[in-house]
């Protein structure tokens, strides 16, 4: 079974601090995925990569930044976070080659900004 | 711009009777759209998937109804089951990226 694993369940950060949300895969894909999830506007995605050191940004990317230095670990960095940032983070991922590939979902990290 | 609209926020079912779950898209570069289920404190699970070129498939209790003229695709759940009760979201993707609808949640009563 595809195994996404996010760092943490629950975080609770102060106004201007530098964030770091981490998720690992096990299963080798090449796509992975950052959203947030909002009651009444369902999964919006921030960023995402296809490669190793590759990054695009998805429709929400202000505020946010991402790392992916290896295959298997896709960071998000909330460079100074702010009240509006208090969501549910979800990561995914998903293998690259056809469209119809499902992606595969960490159980998120809600996150609450103080 | 909302590419995908799930325009019921909630639905509730009876036991043993079908669950439709409804959603419409603007944008015509989808090529595949896909359901996914969420309970709470998780994340999405994948359920079922349509190429944009059929019309249905079917998985088990799970059916999903494609109609491309009209932009709308729907899930049908039969018979429903206290279990399936969930927040379900519809997405289209087209080059790998997805994209979601606000989500419904099902409820389904003894």
């Known amino acids: 079974d595809v195994k996404v694993t996010q760092s943490s369940r629950y975080l609770v950060k102060r106004t201007g601090e530098k964030v770091f949300l981490e998720c690992v895969q096990d299963m080798d894909h090449e796509n992975m995925f950052w959203y947030r999830q909002d009651p009444g506007l369902g999964l919006r995605l921030i960023y995402f990569s296809y490669d190793v050191k590759m990054k695009e ?28 940032q208090t969501s549910m983070y979800l990561c995914a991922s998903s293998f690259l080659v056809h469209s119809n590939q499902p992606q595969h979902f960490g159980d998120g990290t809600r996150l609450s900004i103080l | 711009d909302q590419q995908v609209k799930q325009n019921s926020p909630s639905l509730s079912v009876q036991e043993g009777r079908i669950s439709i779950l409804n ?88």
């Not at chain 2, 998937?49 to 059916?63: H, L, P, Q, V």
């Open chain 1, 57 to 84: 940004k998805g429709d929400i990317p202000e505020g946010y930044s991402v790392s992916r230095e290896k295959k298997e670990r896709f960071s998000l960095i909330l460079e100074s976070a702010s009240t509006n």
């Open chain 2, 23 to 110: 959603c419409d898209y603007t944008n015509s570069m989808f090529d595949y759209f896909l359901w996914y289920k969420k309970y709470p404190a998780e994340g999405p699970t994948f359920l079922i998937s349509i190429s944009s070129i059929k019309d249905k498939n079917e998985d088990g209790r799970f059916t999903v109804f494609l109609n491309k003229s009209a932009k709308h695709l729907s899930l049908h759940i039969v018979p429903s089951q206290p279990g399936d009760s969930a927040v379900y979201f519809c997405a289209g993707t087209s080059y790998g990226k997805l994209t979601f609808g606000q989500g419904t949640i099902l409820t389904v009563h003894p």
